[in-house]
């Protein structure tokens, strides 16, 4: 037995000889280095503050025209009551296409829950339906409210924007409907969901930064 067990210690390495090997301490420090340069690859990669694909800017540039077009139908719709001689019914008609485009804001902007689950807005295809039903309203009242300052400084100005942003409002509803018929809420539901991702995967991995876990 004595024998048996010098020739092992003379044959062989015990586990306290092979954590001290320097060679097997290099290639252990070697893997640990890969394994935190493979975590700060895929920290550069998901960002800080993940971009917007180009598809993305997009829907949020016609999102932020809409808003301009709502906002300025509201004005004009204002302005009208100025120009116009408003008989009451043409009054309410006006009202409510002012509370129509302030719904459009709200609906533009989700800032309310039940402008956000109504059955009409939600969907591009009704929602640009309602979009041109009110533009047309806005340019039917441009057209037949009689008027008492026809000779008014600025008038023509006024009338041509009324005009104008109603026609904006009808071109608008016609692209939300085109969009719609083309699927393309789907891909802008696909694309927003994409970016909520990748912003919550970069909050977990910059609160995981912050515990200290990167070197």
Not at 159 to 173: K, Q, T
Request: a negative charge; hydrophobic letters at 40%; one cysteine or more.
């Amino acid at each position: 037995m004595t024998e048996q067990h010098e020739e092992s210690n003379g044959t062989g390495r015990s586990k306290s000889d092979d954590n001290d090997d320097p060679t097997l301490q290099k290639w252990s420090e070697m893997e640990e280095q890969n394994e935190k340069q493979s975590f700060r690859d895929d920290f550069s990669r998901l960002k800080m503050a993940p971009q917007r694909t180009c598809l993305h800017h997009l829907f949020d540039l016609i999102t932020f025209f809409m808003v301009m077009a709502a906002l300025l139908m509201m004005s004009g719709q204002i302005a009208g009551l100025y120009y116009y001689e408003i008989d009451p019914l043409s009054g309410v008609t006006r009202c409510y296409v002012v509370l129509m485009c302030f719904i459009i804001l709200l609906n533009e902007l989700e800032w309310t829950q039940f402008i956000r689950d109504s059955a009409i807005l939600r969907l591009w295809i009704t929602r640009g339906m309602f979009y041109s039903f009110v533009g047309v309203l806005g340019l039917e009242e441009n057209e037949s409210t009689a008027t008492e300052h026809a000779g008014t400084p600025g008038y023509q100005q006024a009338m041509n924007f009324i005009m104008v942003v109603a026609y904006i409002m009808v071109g608008f509803g016609c692209l939300y409907f085109g969009m719609g018929m083309l699927c393309l809420q789907v891909l802008r539901n696909r694309v927003v969901a994409d970016y909520i991702q990748r912003c919550s995967d970069a909050k977990a991995v910059q609160k995981f930064a912050n515990e200290g876990s990167i070197a």
